[in-house]
């Protein structure tokens, strides 16, 4: 998906006033940048979608979001803005009984 497919879902949920919405649509945006290497472009997606999420009040979506923002940033080698998602992802997943495994590492390639 490009960053334009997602313009009219963005519209809509922007009209309708609802933040819930408004956040799905953007993490669903940044994801998708993020998918395709494009960090630069998903960091105010991340960033407003936790804003949104804030607003309404979903601690399982502020999870959800601060797990792949930070996640994104780790593999974009920022590791130090990483951890701070990270960890407020780890806090709010405990607090809600949510167990979460970390992605298993890729095995090493045989020579």
Same mark, same amino acid.
């Given at each position: ?5 997602? &313009? =009219? ?5 922007? #009209? ?5 919405? &408004? ?8 994801? #998708? #940048? ?33 797990l792949a923002f930070g996640t994104m ?7 130090? &803005? ?12 405990? &607090?809600?009984?949510?167990?979460? =495994?970390?992605?298993? #590492? =890729? ?5």
């Amino acid at each position: 998906m490009h960053r334009e497919d997602f &313009e =009219e879902p963005l519209r809509r949920a922007v #009209a309708m006033g609802t933040p819930r919405g &408004e956040g799905l649509v953007l993490l669903q945006r940044a994801t #998708a #940048a993020s998918r395709h290497g494009q960090y630069e472009a998903a960091v105010p997606d991340f960033e407003r979608a936790l804003t949104c999420f804030a607003e309404y009040g979903g601690k399982p979506l502020i999870a959800r979001t601060e797990l792949a923002f930070g996640t994104m940033l780790e593999a974009a080698g920022r590791r130090s &803005e990483a951890e701070p998602h990270l960890a407020a992802a780890r806090r709010l997943l405990a &607090e809600l009984g949510i167990h979460h =495994e970390p992605p298993a #590492a =890729e095995p090493a390639a045989s020579d």
